[in-house]
């Protein structure tokens, strides 16, 4: 179907199991596909420049996604079912203008250079516990709001400085959240300092608290507890389980400073 310019639609049975190289690249007039369960891989060049291209359901087989596979498909707003998907190959959906954020993608291990350049309408993007391996996800392209979250415990080794660049003039950099208690990890690490490295904060309970004036100063002591939710929006699910606060409402009572005026 390559080039195939008045191509609006088409119907892939549950029986393919394998899809080509370029199969659908520049049938400009393609709207939604449904990828059937059995195809593992959508290869190189699969959907590039299917410009009237807006959403790819299915693909619950799918461990890899190709270079170019969904590349210049501007009107592409969802993909869904990635599950699986263990690489994502570079430049897989630069250029897609509109795509919002991905589904969470679990057993995720490598993405390659590119693969989200000129996605300016993502906003997040998450780096599962088992990644391997990240190079310049965003070729110093993207939106300026874009966070990143990884669920690792400890930084991997990054491909590249520039690895969460977002642009290059100015040079500025996507913040990374890292799990509660790994901040000062991350920020040791020379390729993941670039970014501005962010724990989240619990909110918290104060259910019982003494303050003891003497001689002019103040003992405070006060027992903390886990409130509910934490102070920031829109996290992912595999990030939140990915962070372990219950050492948090010691550490936060043990922070607290008191000013106390006779």
Do not use: H
């Not at 874009?146 to 969460?164: E, H, Q, R, W």
């Not at 002591?221 to 595999?238: C, F, Y």
Request: net charge negative; with cysteine.
């Amino acid at each position: 179907f390559y080039g195939a310019t008045q191509l609006t639609s088409v119907t892939l049975p549950e029986t393919v199991t394998k899809i080509r190289d370029e199969a659908f690249g520049g049938c400009s007039s393609l709207t939604p596909v449904n990828v059937p369960s059995g195809v593992t891989a959508i290869p190189t060049g699969c959907f590039k420049n299917c410009s009237s291209l807006t959403s790819v359901t299915g693909m619950a087989g799918v461990t890899s996604i190709g270079s170019m596979a969904f590349m210049s498909c501007p009107a592409l707003t969802t993909v869904e079912g990635l599950a699986k998907v263990e690489t994502i190959s570079q430049f897989a959906f630069s250029g897609d203008v509109l795509m919002p954020n991905l589904p969470e993608m679990p057993n995720l291990k490598t993405i390659e250079r590119n693969a989200f350049s000129n996605c300016n309408s993502m906003t997040m993007l998450l780096l599962p516990a088992g990644m391997e391996s990240v190079t310049e996800v965003f070729g110093n392209k993207s939106t300026g709001d874009m966070k990143v979250y990884s669920c690792m415990t400890a930084p991997i080794t990054l491909n590249g400085v520039y690895t969460f660049c977002v642009s290059s003039n100015p040079r500025a950099y996507a913040p990374v959240y890292v799990p509660y208690g790994t901040a000062g990890t991350y920020r040791d690490d020379w390729y993941w300092s670039d970014s501005e490295i962010r724990e989240l904060t619990p909110n918290v309970d104060i259910v019982d608290c003494d303050v003891t004036p003497s001689a002019g100063n103040a003992t405070f002591t006060a027992d903390v507890v886990l409130g509910q939710g934490i102070q920031e929006e829109n996290v992912p699910a595999l990030f939140l389980a990915a962070n372990d606060f219950t050492a948090y409402p010691a550490a936060y009572a043990a922070g607290m400073k008191v000013e106390y005026r006779l």
